[in-house]
């Protein structure tokens, strides 16, 4: 099975502490690392972990604070003076675009690529990029300013050939692809063999959603319904839940309880507010309401 893996890059808030650094993720699936958010200094870290900035195609930047996306004019930059002659694509709010055309500008007038901007309406649940195996979709979340969270889905692979069946058919190598995509096989005889007989069923499709930062969003359960992974920030414990409602950020609780409304099928909280110190009181507190909980860490690589 090709590998769905994701790296936590960086899994602090704003305030700079010596535990975290800022937000940033990698998932990396079929040679592709899609990265997400890309706060500052993600390309040192990045680099650390021995992932290939070549195979960064598109980014996509949950909104435009700083902790989410002040990585980025560096890690262009460094793309740069590497050789890059890719186009890179960045996902983002409207809000990012004038500072990334000034920042590119200023510090890397000269790129030998192509940086495309794509503008995501974070207001609405859309499909915003997709290729041959997987879709990315935003996620509406409620922060202080323009924010979504996003949703990585593989697309339904086709069904896998039962050599043994073709061979003793006779099936030609032509039908092959019409075979993986469900046609059932007539013999001379007019004998119909179904497809089942001749296949096994695709591979099941992964998933992963990414929400941060965000206060409860109470539509969220629904549109990432059945994830394998969801990573849902939880950048205060209970007690500093009154902190929480001030800065439109969210609990351990509330992101518990976001993964248990969504039957997601594990949960990683991050995005810890430099004033929380125990981390253990969070992921005990997460794991009263949802057990299959892990603390994201930096070098952490959750396999989806
Ligand atoms: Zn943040
Ligand atoms: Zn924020």
């Known amino acids: 099975m090709e590998p769905f893996d994701l790296h936590i890059i960086g899994c602090g808030s704003a305030n700079p502490t010596g535990r975290h650094r800022p937000a940033c993720q990698v998932l990396s699936t079929r040679g592709k690392n899609f990265m997400i958010d890309c706060g500052e200094g993600s390309q040192t870290r990045f680099a650390r972990m021995g992932l290939s900035m070549k195979r960064v195609g598109h980014i996509f930047i949950s909104h435009a604070h700083a902790d989410h996306c002040l990585g980025l004019p560096g890690l262009v930059c460094t793309m740069s003076l590497l050789g890059r002659t890719a186009q890179l694509h960045i996902h983002g709010p409207q809000e990012l675009e004038p500072f990334m055309q000034t920042a590119l500008a200023t510090f890397c007038p000269n790129l ?9 309406d974070t207001r609405q649940h859309q499909l915003i990029f997709e290729d041959r195996s ?13 924010c979504c969270g996003y949703l990585f889905r593989e697309k339904p692979g086709q069904r896998h050939i039962r050599r043994d069946m073709i061979d003793m058919y006779e099936i030609p190598v032509s039908q092959i692809n019409n075979i993986k995509a469900g046609m059932d096989w007539t013999l001379p005889d007019g004998t119909l063999v179904p497809n089942e007989r001749l296949t096994t069923p695709p591979t099941p499709i992964r998933s992963y959603a990414y929400c941060s930062d965000t206060a409860p969003q109470p539509s969220l359960p629904a549109i990432i319904e059945g994830v394998d992974l969801l990573f849902h920030e939880a950048t205060f414990d209970q007690d500093n839940e009154f902190r929480a409602r001030q800065t439109f950020h969210s609990t351990t609780l509330e992101a518990a309880q976001v993964a248990r409304d969504a039957r997601v099928g594990r949960l990683c909280i991050g995005h810890y507010s430099s004033r929380m110190d125990d981390e253990q009181k969070m992921l005990r507190e997460a794991q009263s309401i949802f057990p299959n909980t892990v603390l994201a860490a930096e070098g952490l690589t959750l396999n989806i």
């Open 134 to 146: 997987l879709e990315v979709w935003s996620l509406p979340l409620r922060h202080r300013v323009p």
């Open 112 to 120: 030998e690529f192509q940086v495309t901007f794509h503008t995501v």
